[in-house]
């Protein structure tokens, strides 16, 4: 047969070979198999790092995933090199990703697991120890009490500072300046008119300069002296006192606002007295005696033998303090008083020795919890 006469094919060349993928998408379907293969490394993992019985058992896997020569992820970063860059790169971070999420999965394990093998700390059968609980000071305590009895009175609280003006501490209170009644209140003078207040008076002028009358106000605070420290002198004390300024006010109601107290405080129909005083900020003036609360009138060594205890001097405003902050004395009358806390403090809860107020001394101080 004629070579002519060869069937003649189609085309008349070899069947055409099928052209393969170029070559950089080869890489990239192995780079995608290499982080399908690392993705489900780290689910296996994570499975098998859940289920570990023991600290042992999660070394094992450790080893076993992450171990440098023979672990897992490191037999998949051995086919980096026959990759290409590009995809070296998206293999190589997805390797130390699942490195990073299998170290921490075996980190919490591990804690999980030494929590529960450690020892309990200290011996659960031990009674606990009962917390500490706080306590009001006695001074707060009585200080809070007679401002509560006022309240029933009308009277607000009122504050000053402790840090105080000579004018407020002293001047404008009616002292005349080198009066000898200065000498019954050695003070702590802080030099350019300034001083540590002497008592809580001052806070009567400040109140009276703020507030037009009616007032009624109860002022607790702490006051200075250059006074010794013994068994019944401090030169830090706290004094409450009040201040009542209206239309038509006399003697009468302070008498009364007094011993309405004072039976409140001490005891129910105690006997009180009024005794004539000074004071350059009242006019008239008295000292009040309540029925010695230890012996009850008979005499002993805390009243002195008198039967009585002084607790407070007081008076009616005298119209020169009125005149000094404002207030018309034509139209206005007044009464106040003040107060020494420690010493009440001392009389309501039998403490002998006021020291006992400053020394936080928590056996004596404790003794005050839950007395509110
Ligand atoms: N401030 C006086 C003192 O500490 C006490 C006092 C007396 C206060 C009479 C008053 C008062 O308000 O009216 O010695």
Redesign the pocket.
Known sequence: MAPSDRPHRSGGAEPETTPGPPASGAVSDRAADLVAALAGLKAEAEQQIRSAADGDALQRLKTDYLGRKAGRVSAILKALPSLEAEARRTVGQAANDAKAAIEQLLASAEAEHAARAAPPAGDLTMPARPAWRGALHPVTLVATEICEIFHELGFTRAVGPEAETERNNFTA?NFPPGHPALD??PTFYLGTGALLR????PV?IRVMEAYRPPIRVTIPGR?YRRDPFDASHAPVFT?V???CVDEGISFVDLKAAITFFARRFFAAGVNVRFRP?F?P??EP???VDVECQLCHGSGCPACKGTGWMEI????M?DPAVFENVGVDPERYTG??????LDRAAMVRYGIPDIRLLFEADMRFHRQFVGSV
């Open positions: 209170l019954m209140q002497s008592h809580t008076s009567q006051c004094q006192e009040g201040l005083s004071f900020f009242t003036s008295a000292e407070l001097g007081c008076g405003v009464w106040a008083f003040g107060m020494g």
